[in-house]
């Protein structure tokens, strides 16, 4: 019972604290909506392919012109013109200087083809649909020398389009604002470990610590007490800028709460063990703030928190994996974009494991302390 | 019947000895004064009482129960007004007394009318829902006894409690102090103001170096030192004073300084008071007036420790 007392009065003084309550909630979603906003353009997956120009030259009378122009007409319809190369021109020069993104020979040999480096998407897409239009060619040159009367059959089938569309599923991904209300929302996870920091050791600065260590109860009652009233409040916290993220924001929180809220609650655990655990190590107030203020922009920074980090290598990396603002995130992402329960799990005792070296640290320097 | 006993209690940090075995029988009823000047043991014996220091040896007894194998139950019956103010300025005068009965477990209406009981004693009932950042220095340590006394316990500590309050709230803790003990409370009272202690304590010790020097009423105390008398000088505002030629007088014991007041404390026997006068017209020093005082408690304690209370 003297914990629960002790827990409450913990979370309704920190409520009446309004510079703690803002810097805990408008903080986060304020800049979740500004870089959401602003670097919307870094998290869209999408390309947009303008006109394709292809230059092509033929072989008087070559067997396949009467062809070739049908595929041209054909696609035109998908954005591909064809210009005839005049005598005078180099094709193979004018797609290097970049006037075409390809150039095209045909001759009785067959199809040769020159793609442009730079466009070099264009240049596969003409490529991709030059290899349908000569197996097509071939296919119905052949079904004409074995079985003429079926050629008409397999044209209809084959129709006179030479683009297929499919769709490849790829791992889908966070969009900005997506992206951004997890950051936040790990990010001022692990910020609970300012005020975590100054649980104890408040109380010595307001006298009341006297008070409480008088009082015929446990010091662990105290500790505990403590622990727990931090832990819900920042908790609460959580839940508040997660619940505003989705419902102002429109965040992609997932389809599975209980795994999402478990990372978070484990990483505000990690948070609060770590102040408490800090402020023990570190004698002096001033000492403690600035340790917890460097680790934590530290593993903000190369968290993610403030712009996504792809593709880091080697030094780098190690340091980002070191951050537990990347791996409560990642977990996150694993959770939500790939229903990944494991990773979500594994996080979640990572964190666990690591608050309890934190408070067992705690623990033993308050529990050799006279007083609290 | 004993409500605090004392045996040979030490406290050591480090090489430095702060409480140096010390004997103290506290009787159920009294208001005991405890008088030290700074560092000398005072605090760190009440912090060892309370509970908040452990010793180094000793023993301590409250209503005869040893407090390392009954702390509970110690604990249970003492409540402690420390002299720093130890209450939440973001929580109501309620809240505040409401929060730290609980901690003695008191639950539901008991606890409802222990909280109101302490704030009514304490002149705070209509300030109840006010938060303590908007209270009075005055105020703020009557919040600050409220708190300790909620639970009613058998022994209150008070440290300082007048410390930095205006006249009128001295005077309401004071009140309140002669309340408690008619209420059947024992109260321990440490103060620097050696008016406060003489008008309120029924006993007194007199700390020195972490051991009691004296102890007894104050009768007994000021008995001590008969062979004594203090000569008050007031001197013209300002002047500088040579404070070792004048302890060279035959008789005087102590000097001490006071803003324009200097106080001689000398032998009883030895007829100075020629030699006296005279230094101060060698020096210079204009004399306003000149007094022989009655001993008081502050003669006894700056005759047995040398020092002011202040100091």
């Not at chain 1, 209809?156 to 389009?161: I, K, L, Q, R, T």
């Not at chain 1, 991904?173 to 975590?196: L, R």
């Not at chain 1, 959580?238 to 209980?258: D, E, H, K, T, Y």
């Not at chain 2, 004993?2 to 010390?22: P, Q, R, S, W, Y």
Request: glycine fraction near 6%.
């Amino acid at each position: 019972m003297n914990i629960i007392n002790i827990a409450l009065m913990e979370f309704k003084r920190t409520i009446r604290d309004h510079r703690t309550l803002i810097f805990m909630l408008a903080f986060p979603i304020v800049l979740m909506l500004i870089l959401g906003t602003a670097l919307s353009n870094a998290f869209d997956n999408t390309i947009k392919i303008d006109k394709i120009h292809v230059l092509y030259t033929e072989q008087n009378d070559s067997h396949i012109s009467s062809a070739f122009h049908t595929f041209i007409k054909e696609a035109k319809r998908e954005n591909m013109y064809f210009s005839n190369a005049s005598a005078s021109i180099d094709g193979k020069r004018a797609v290097k200087q970049d006037e075409y993104d390809a150039y095209v020979e045909i001759t009785d040999q067959g199809i040769q083809f020159y793609g442009s480096e730079r466009e070099s998407i264009k240049a596969s897409i003409v490529e991709g649909m030059l290899t349908a239009f000569t197996d097509r060619y071939n296919l119905i040159s052949n079904i004409a020398k074995e079985k003429p009367n079926k050629v008409q059959t397999v044209m209809a089938s084959a129709g006179g389009s030479y683009v297929k569309e499919t769709s490849l599923q790829a791992d889908r991904a966070p969009g900005s604002m997506d992206y951004y209300a997890m950051a936040m929302t790990t990010m001022i996870a692990m910020y609970s470990a300012i005020s975590a920091s100054f649980l104890i050791r408040s109380e010595r600065i307001r006298n009341t610590a006297v008070r409480l260590a008088v009082a015929p109860i446990r010091k662990m009652e105290i500790f505990l007490g403590k622990i727990l009233g931090s832990i819900a409040i920042n908790f609460v916290c959580i839940l508040i800028v997660m619940a505003f993220s989705r419902f102002a924001f429109g965040a992609n929180w997932g389809s599975n709460p209980g795994m999402v809220i478990l990372i978070l609650f484990t990483e505000v655990f990690l948070a609060v063990s770590f102040g408490l655990g800090i402020s023990y190590m570190i004698k002096s107030d001033q000492g403690t703030r600035t340790i917890i203020m460097i680790i934590l922009q530290l593993a903000s920074f190369f968290g993610g928190a403030y712009f996504k980090i792809d593709n880091a290598q080697g030094f780098l990396k190690l340091i980002i994996d070191l951050s537990p603002i990347n791996w409560a995130r990642e977990a996150l992402t694993k959770m939500i974009y790939n229903n990944d329960v494991t990773a979500a799990l594994q996080t979640a005792a990572l964190n666990v494991g690591i608050a309890l070296v934190f408070l067992i640290a705690a623990i033993t320097a308050f529990r050799k302390r006279e007083g609290l | 019947m004993n409500v605090l006993e004392i045996k040979n209690l030490t406290k050591k940090f480090g090489d430095f000895i702060a409480v140096d075995h010390m004997s103290l029988t506290i009787q159920e009823g009294e208001i005991f004064g405890l008088l030290g000047s700074n560092g000398a043991g005072k605090s760190t014996t009440i912090n060892m009482i309370s509970g908040l220091l452990k010793s180094n040896g000793g023993e301590i007894y409250i209503l005869g129960k040893n407090i390392a194998t009954h702390s509970k139950f110690a604990k249970m019956n003492i409540g402690i007004v420390p002299q720093d103010l130890a209450i939440y300025e973001d929580m109501t005068a309620y809240e505040n007394v409401r929060f730290f009965a609980g901690l003695y477990g008191l639950r539901g209406t008991e606890l409802r009318a222990r909280v109101e009981e302490a704030l009514e004693f304490v002149g705070l009932s209509d300030k109840q829902k006010s938060y303590p950042k908007n209270f009075s220095g005055g105020m703020k340590r009557r919040l600050n006894i409220a708190c300790a006394i909620a639970h009613r316990p058998k022994l209150i500590i008070m440290d300082e409690p007048t410390v930095g309050i205006d006249p009128q709230s001295r005077n309401y803790i004071l009140n309140s102090v002669r309340k408690l003990n008619e209420m059947g409370c024992t109260i321990i009272y440490t103060s620097h103001y050696m008016e406060e202690v003489e008008e309120l304590c029924t006993r007194i010790a007199i700390v020195d170096h972490g051991k009691v020097i004296a102890e007894g009423t104050k009768e007994q105390l000021k008995a001590i030192i008969t062979d004594t008398k203090e000569i008050w000088v007031e001197v013209k505002t300002g002047e500088p004073m040579d404070e070792k030629s004048l302890k060279k007088i035959k008789g005087v014991n102590t000097v001490t300084v006071e803003e324009n007041i200097i106080k001689i404390i000398s032998q009883a026997e030895i007829n100075n008071l020629n030699q006296i006068i005279q230094f101060f017209m060698n020096h210079g020093l204009e004399i306003r007036s000149l007094q022989e005082q009655a001993p008081n408690l502050e003669t006894v304690f700056l005759t047995l420790t040398g020092r002011n209370l202040r100091d």
